[in-house]
């Protein structure tokens, strides 16, 4: 494409994104409610349209496009969040602690006689007695 003919088709392209650009955002709020992660799922989107249409073309129903990206965008974030979540709840539960804090957390909770049966690498079991 030559030079003249790419640079007016990038300005009908960001045209047509400054018009539909209210309309794609409204819809996607509506449907995921969270403002911030919204606007930056429609802005990934619109950085996709920017990039692919001038080379490939425009589709047939740029608005309708635009949404379905944006769609697919917030729905990655919203899965990469919950699975963040998820990873740091496990990570909070699965820290390990020494044997002395471990020792030292039974008796602050009552226990007077704190002995170790069996220790193995990163294993020890414990026998406390109040």
């Not at 819809?27 to 919204?38: E, M, N, P, T």
């Not at 990206?69 to 820290?95: C, F, G, M, P, Y």
């Not at 002395?100 to 414990?126: A, M, S």
């Amino acid at each position: 494409m030559h030079e003249a003919a790419l640079t007016e088709v990038t300005a009908a392209i960001r045209q047509l994104l400054r018009e539909v650009a209210p309309q794609v955002l409204g819809v996607i709020v509506r449907r995921y409610r969270d403002f911030a992660a919204c606007e930056d799922a429609v802005q990934e989107a619109f950085i996709a349209a920017a990039t692919q249409w001038p080379h490939e073309g425009m589709p047939e129903h740029p608005r309708a496009w635009l949404i379905q990206v944006a769609s697919r965008r917030i729905t990655d974030h919203v899965r990469a969040e919950a699975a963040r979540q998820k990873r740091e709840a496990l990570e909070n539960v699965l820290v390990p602690y020494r044997l002395e804090e471990n020792k030292e957390l039974l008796h602050r909770t009552g226990f007077r006689n704190v002995d170790v049966f069996c220790k193995w690498f990163n294993f020890c079991g414990i026998i406390a007695q109040k």
